[in-house]
């Protein structure tokens, strides 16, 4: 039986608690994305939900910080039991088909912005 890599998007990957023993240390991969996710004394808010969510299992959790596509290949590959991503990053054929992607469980909203003195009417794409 092969089991697929899972990928937690915006936190949690409770799906594999269930394989592994009470007390054990899993490795999550990462990347940084600063206040969502980052490698500092403040992990921020999806890593913060990673590691309770872990803990409510008895599994510690160690972040493994990575650049996004080396973050991606090691999820992909198998290395990383599981990564903290959007589900875009891992949308492409080759990638999506060795990952398995638990349910969201933060959303979070990007938005541009720009200087109305400047642009009174607006900023236009064509």
Request: include cysteine.
């Amino acid at each position: 039986m092969q089991i697929k890599t899972g990928v937690l998007f915006s936190a949690v990957c409770l799906l594999f608690a269930s394989i592994l023993p009470a007390n054990e240390k899993i490795v999550v991969a990462a990347f940084e994305y600063p206040q969502i996710y980052q490698k500092s004394s403040n992990s921020g808010i999806a890593l913060d939900l990673v590691r309770e969510a872990f803990k409510a299992v008895a599994i510690d959790v160690e972040y493994k910080f990575y650049p996004v596509a080396r973050m991606i290949a090691s999820v992909s590959a198998g290395q990383s039991l599981c990564g903290v991503g959007g589900t875009v990053l891992f949308e492409k054929t080759e990638v999506a088909s060795s990952v398995n992607i638990a349910a969201p469980v933060q959303y979070v909203s990007q938005v541009f912005l720009y200087n109305s003195k400047k642009y009174p009417n607006g900023i236009t794409f064509d």
